[in-house]
């Protein structure tokens, strides 16, 4: 029944290569300095707070700066946590739509020399959500790229 009612929201799934080692990948999820250096979708939006408490039933919050100055909050809690391998998280945006939690998982899985990203983002309110989230996680994801180059 929960598998029923999960498939009847709209989710995002995407997949990345990275160059360097699952672990390069997971510290910049994990490590607050390293996700500052990152986050958020395209342009310079800096982050202002990552609180991360990175264990089951752990709580995330990240601040980060969005147009016009206006800041955007996301928060959730770890449900679970396989160091080097997997997170799954709930996400929530409390300032704008707090009653809308979805779901996040994310596998890393060592590929050659580098890493395969794999993320779901499930339980999303709508489309237009889906398709909001997927334009902010694939600029994020370009950014991640980017710092993990530089930090190599």
Not at 65 to 71: A, M
Not at 95 to 113: D, H, M, Q, W, Y
Not at 120 to 128: A, G, N, P
Request: aromatic share 12%; hydrophobic share 35%.
């Amino acid at each position: 029944m929960e598998q029923a009612r999960l498939a009847e929201k709209p989710s995002l799934t995407l997949t990345r290569s990275y160059p360097v080692a699952p672990e390069k990948v997971w510290r910049a999820w994990t490590d607050p300095q390293a996700l500052r250096r990152w986050w958020g979708p395209g342009g310079d939006q800096p982050v202002s707070v990552a609180q991360l408490d990175v264990r089951v039933g752990g709580r995330f919050r990240i601040v980060f700066g969005g147009p016009e100055g206006k800041d955007h909050e996301v928060q959730g809690v770890y449900q679970e946590v396989v160091p080097n391998r997997k997170l799954v998280f709930t996400w929530t945006w409390p300032n704008s739509t707090p009653e809308r939690e979805s779901l996040v998982t994310i596998e890393f899985k060592a590929e050659g020399c580098g890493t395969e990203l794999s993320f779901l983002h499930q339980q999303l309110f709508d489309e237009k959500v889906r398709d909001d989230h997927q334009r902010g996680w694939s600029e994020s994801f370009a950014k991640l790229e980017h710092f993990l180059q530089q930090t190599n």
